[in-house]
C-alpha cells in the first residue's frame, strides 16, 4: 500500500460526469473516480445541481492549468458553464489510505434495464432472469460505464432494435461497452474504435472479462471501409455533427445507426445533421436531460 496518495475534488453538473471522468484519465495520472451528488437552489429560486467528483490521482500534477485548458476547449466546443459547473476544485495530499481502493466505495450494481445490469467486476451478482444480459467491468477505467444516461440509451436502443446476426460497429468505444453489450445481444461481430490509444487495451481487456470476441483499433470512422447493419455513436454533439457522414458512410442499406451524448439543448445540432444526411428517425429516446436517436439508412443508398 503506498504511503500517500492525491484527492482532486472538482464541483460538476453530474450529467457530464463521464464525459469530465475521461478528461481526468486521459490529462491526469488517475486511478479512480466517483461523483458525490450535491442539490441546492440559487437566490432567484432556480433549481440547480452540483456535485462533487472525487478524482484519486497517484501523483501530484499540475491541475490548476490542466483543468483551465480543458475547461476552456469544452466551452469552444459549444458547452456552457451552466451545463459544465463551476469546476471550483481542491486538491488535497492523504496519508496512509489504500487510494487504489478507496475510489470503490461508491460504486454498485447497475440496473440499465430489466434486462441489462453492468456489474462492477469486484462485486459478486446473482442474475435475476434466465435473459439477463450482464456485463462486468471496472467502473471509471475508461469513458462508458454504463451508470451514464448517454450509454444507457444506445443500450436500451441495441435491446430494441439490434437484430441477432448483426454486424455491429461501435464508434468512439471508450472502454467497449457497447460492443460487449452487443456481442451479448446476439450479435454476428462487434468492432470499436476510438482516437484515444489509452482505451484500446481496455477495451480488450473487458472483451475478455465478458467472455465475447470483440475487435477494437485506434481509428476514427472516416477510415473505415467495411459496412455495418447497426452502428452505434456515444460522443460529444459537435463530433456528431461533423462526422454524420462518416457514420452514414459505413451503414448498410437499411442498417440502424444510434446516437447519443446529445444534451437535449443541444438536440437540434445533431437533428440538422440527420437531415443534412437524409437519415430517416426512428425513435427519439430521452433520459433526464439527455437524448439519443435511432436512424435509418434508405434501402436504396
Not at 13 to 31: G, R
Not at 193 to 220: G, H, R, S, W
Request: net charge negative; proline share 2%.
Amino acid at each position: 500500500m503506498a504511503d500517500k496518495y492525491y484527492e482532486l475534488q472538482i464541483k460538476v453538473n453530474p450529467d457530464m460526469e463521464d464525459i469530465i471522468s475521461e478528461i481526468c484519465f486521459e490529462n491526469l495520472p488517475c486511478e479512480g473516480v466517483v461523483l458525490a451528488e450535491e442539490t441546492y437552489k440559487d437566490l432567484e429560486m432556480v433549481a440547480t445541481t452540483e456535485g462533487t467528483l472525487r478524482v484519486f490521482l497517484t501523483e501530484d500534477a499540475d491541475v490548476r492549468n490542466i483543468l483551465k485548458e480543458q475547461r476552456d476547449l469544452l466551452l469552444s466546443r459549444g458547452f456552457s458553464d451552466e451545463e459544465l459547473g463551476s469546476w471550483e476544485y481542491t486538491f488535497v495530499t492523504k496519508e496512509n489510505e489504500d487510494w487504489s481502493k478507496k475510489w470503490k466505495e461508491k460504486w454498485d450494481v447497475t440496473h440499465v434495464s430489466k434486462r441489462i445490469t453492468v456489474v462492477p467486476d469486484w462485486i459478486e451478482y446473482t442474475p435475476h432472469q434466465e435473459d439477463e444480459v450482464i456485463i462486468k467491468l471496472e467502473p471509471g477505467c475508461a469513458f462508458g460505464t454504463g451508470t451514464h444516461q448517454t450509454t444507457q440509451l444506445c443500450m436500451k436502443a441495441m435491446e430494441k432494435y439490434l437484430q441477432t446476426g448483426d454486424e455491429v460497429a461501435d464508434i468512439g468505444t471508450g472502454s467497449g461497452i457497447l460492443a460487449i453489450c452487443a456481442m451479448k445481444f446476439g450479435a454476428k461481430s462487434a468492432y470499436g474504435c476510438d482516437n484515444d490509444d489509452t482505451v484500446i487495451d481496455v477495451a480488450k481487456e473487458n472483451a475478455v472479462k465478458n467472455q465475447v470476441e470483440c475487435t477494437f483499433e485506434l481509428k476514427t470512422a472516416d477510415k473505415l471501409t467495411k459496412k455495418y447493419d447497426f452502428v452505434m455513436a456515444n460522443i460529444l454533439h459537435n463530433v456528431l455533427y461533423d462526422i454524420m457522414g462518416d457514420l452514414k458512410a459505413i451503414m448498410k442499406s437499411g442498417a440502424l445507426l444510434s446516437l447519443s451524448g446529445i444534451l437535449d439543448e443541444k438536440r437540434e445540432i445533431v437533428l440538422e445533421a440527420i437531415k443534412r444526411e437524409n437519415l430517416q428517425i426512428v425513435e427519439e429516446m430521452h433520459q433526464d436531460q439527455w437524448v439519443g436517436f435511432v436512424v435509418r439508412k434508405g434501402e436504396n443508398e
